[in-house]
């Protein structure tokens, strides 16, 4: 058997790791929000000496902040300690953010929430934090092992007073520093216009990917130069998360660090946005979109995935139903081996369907596949009666890397849902049935 | 792609199909209840022309039978007909009953409803029922697609005058008839006592086993001679199924026909049991471990699977809590990778505990690898607190096939629950990302 897994690994590794170039989703510039410094630092937690200590820092003092942190009940140390930063000091004054990758800081009792204590009041001293602790922290890497805090103490200093910056290869760098086993970094940015001024809008994430043993975290941050209220900021990041980071599926697994943040620096001036503005909902618009660009870049990237699938919900009673149906077919394994081997097994979908324990109208629901290219949708089923499939077609589709698959309840309610998943592949089970190594 | 695909398949069907031999699982005797014939026959529905038509039928009148359904709301045309069936008798009089394989007889409308009732009827006609419908109908296979009724009307007379009988070649053709992708029949049957009367008690199932593109039923079947009232029966039958075949994961997908059932035909006499009765809880107490033993064997066929896992979660606030725990830890693909690749990765374990949503107390919270060779439990995490884990021992225990895991909320609340499941092998993606061929 260990001779088999050893062969099944050699297989995996030089036959399927190398199948798609993602280096088409780093981008070469980027337009990025005024007043942050950021950068990547290589403090030697990781092993293979890439960068693994990430600062975004905000210019401008009372920066406002908000963040969403995983519900498992396992919380990492940096979690429980960034979620009473942002509450003591109510989403003001926190200007900035201290990642590292390597070490998660979980399950490390109460010597991980001294170290993350101890990073945080490190970096807010190093940026000249003054007003108590104003600084976020987060963990990406191994559970159960203890943070080497000598080598995260020697480089904090050099990462801030040597590496901070504010053009492309800083941000690329920041991005390079969170990742674990991600096989790209995920940096995205973006303009837009609010009352005649012009914001910019960066954000940056790690995937969900999980070696060696538990790497398994979703980091996200969006950081803008807009001015926003803090209530305010942290109800637009619940919304936009709910809608982007919430809607994608690598495995279904929910790790215990997992966190998106936001800092708003308002350095590129403007009237403050408040839930009342009547920019508010333009505003909420950008960010769920631009969110939901980030997160698709997890998916892209989820372990061994060789498919990027939508799963569209519609005419659900509720979103919350479509919601629950479009994560259910997501989380199959059945859909996502069938993805994986190109199979328009639409049987496996409905059967997902039927198991999220939502309303559902049988005789009304629809199947279809709808081809990226812009071609025809392919029915696979009508008012709950099976098309004939014509394979030779749905075996054209499914060649694509990109799929949308449509669902339609039939209930009458109209709501719907977009999710994101990725396929189940050989290569999945070859990273993590992996020996820790 | 595709031809790493092929290779991919290749490999896995060449070098880890046949890693574990299972027919040590197949009964070569067997005790069986009084006054039940029942058969296996090849009716040609499934294309590789194995048995895929059989009948159990009670030779006595008036037998008691319950059965649990799918919560799918995409339900198959059988499971709609059987529940009618049973509702209409309220549990009695209801003699035999019929299952095919290699059709699922699932989302096939109107038609597929006429097929069930056909199929009953005329099981009823050949085996002299006459009090209306008295026939339980079930089927599995492929999704989508009519029952050939052609092939079933002709072979059913054939399968009931010609290979109906009490001994155990019956009882294992009656198995194997009902096997899709099962690698082995699962068959059990045990003796028991009840106020100095022997009872006897038979069992068959059938596992997920989901090729070729939806055979994704869970069947399974107790008869036994004792007498028993149709209420109490339903009763025992959700208590043992809630404890056995709902604390089993081969991948957590639910199908559109997975139908659990009993006939209890009274033939070996003794007073009619009914919750009343003293032997009621013995008689309980002797389903649910047989029906452990019944949908074990599902586990132990689940597809790709190269290991047997016992979760335990103790200490949890209620039994819900406790399984709700087991099952997410069991459903969880990086865990049941992990257990493929042999890695003792608690930190796995812990998340997906963290993730079930139930009460747990982390500072208390203990992990732990018991060997099913008798030896030393393992201690993981204790008190919440990593233990310097010593992985040669870690790797020694997984190296075995069966294993169990024991997770301590410590809530205090002393409640437990024993889950099931296997590991997510190469095997599994490539039998589940096959085309349909």
């Known amino acids: 058997m260990r001779s088999n897994l050893k062969l099944a690994r050699l297989f995996s590794t030089s036959c399927l790791r190398q199948v798609a170039d993602k280096s088409k989703y780093v981008p070469t510039s980027g337009t990025y929000p005024q007043g942050f410094k950021v950068g990547g630092y290589k403090s030697g937690v990781k092993k293979n000496g890439n960068l693994d200590l990430a600062i975004l820092k905000s210019e401008i003092p009372n920066?406002?902040?908000?963040?969403?942190?995983?519900?498992?009940?396992?919380?990492?140390?940096?979690?429980?300690?960034?979620?009473?930063?942002?509450?003591?000091?109510?989403?003001?004054?926190?200007?900035?953010?201290?990642?590292?990758?390597?070490?998660?800081?979980?399950?490390?009792?109460?010597?991980?929430?001294?170290?993350?204590?101890?990073?945080?009041?490190?970096?807010?001293?190093?940026?000249?934090?003054?007003?108590?602790?104003?600084?976020?922290?987060?963990?990406?890497?191994?559970?159960?092992?203890?943070?080497?805090?000598?080598?995260i103490s020697s480089s904090l200093p050099k990462l801030i007073q040597q590496e901070l910056g504010d053009d492309h290869e800083h941000w690329l760098n920041c991005a390079k520093a969170i990742c674990t086993t991600d096989t790209f970094p995920k940096l995205v940015s973006k303009k837009f216009e609010i009352n005649g001024i012009e914001y910019k809008l960066a954000g940056l994430a790690?995937?969900?990917?999980?070696?060696?043993?538990?790497?398994?975290?979703?980091?996200?941050?969006?950081?803008?130069?807009?001015?926003?209220?803090?209530?305010?900021?942290?109800?637009?990041?619940?919304?936009?998360?709910?809608?982007?980071?919430?809607?994608?599926?690598?495995?279904?697994?929910?790790?215990?660090?997992?966190?998106?943040?936001?800092?708003?620096?308002?350095?590129?001036?403007?009237?403050?946005?408040?839930?009342?503005?009547?920019?508010?909902?333009?505003?909420?618009?950008?960010?769920?979109?631009?969110?939901?660009?980030?997160?698709?870049?997890?998916?892209?990237?989820?372990?061994?995935?060789?498919?990027?699938?939508?799963?569209?919900?519609?005419?659900?009673?509720?979103?919350?139903?479509?919601?629950?149906?479009?994560?259910?077919?997501?989380?199959?394994?059945?859909?996502?081996t069938a993805l994986y081997g190109k199979d328009a097994n639409w049987g496996r979908i409905l059967c997902a369907t039927g198991y999220a324990d939502v309303e559902v109208e049988p005789t009304k629901t629809n199947v279809s596949f709808i081809p990226t290219d812009g071609t025809k949708e392919l029915k696979l089923l009508v008012n709950g009666e099976p098309e004939l499939v014509d394979e030779e077609r749905a075996s054209e589709i499914l060649e694509h890397e990109n799929l949308e698959i449509l669902v339609s309840l039939g209930t009458g309610g109209g709501q719907s849902c977009d999710f994101w998943t990725c396929d189940l592949s050989h290569e999945y089970v070859s990273i993590n049935g992996d020996y820790r190594s």
Chains 1, 2 share one sequence.
């Open 63 to 151: 920066t406002t902040a908000a963040a969403v942190f995983t519900t498992n009940k396992f919380k990492a140390a940096p979690v429980i300690v960034s979620s009473k930063i942002l509450e003591k000091k109510k989403g003001k004054d926190v200007n900035s953010i201290v990642i590292n990758s390597g070490c998660a800081n979980a399950v490390t009792g109460e010597g991980g929430l001294k170290d993350a204590n101890a990073t945080v009041d490190l970096v807010d001293t190093l940026v000249g934090n003054k007003n108590g602790q104003s600084t976020l922290v987060m963990s990406t890497g191994v559970i159960g092992q203890r943070l080497q805090m000598d080598k």
């Open 206 to 336: 790690k995937g969900a990917g999980m070696i060696c043993p538990n790497m398994a975290t979703l980091l996200g941050f969006f950081v803008t130069d807009a001015p926003v209220e803090p209530f305010t900021l942290k109800k637009i990041l619940k919304y936009a998360t709910d809608r982007s980071f919430n809607c994608i599926s690598v495995d279904g697994d929910m790790s215990t660090n997992d966190t998106i943040s936001a800092l708003a620096n308002g350095a590129a001036g403007g009237e403050v946005i408040n839930e009342q503005s009547p920019h508010f909902k333009q505003l909420q618009d950008e960010i769920v979109s631009f969110a939901q660009q980030l997160a698709q870049l997890v998916v892209r990237d989820g372990e061994g995935a060789t498919k990027f699938v939508t799963v569209r919900v519609e005419d659900a009673l509720t979103y919350e139903d479509a919601h629950k149906v479009a994560k259910s077919i997501s989380n199959s394994p059945l859909v996502k």
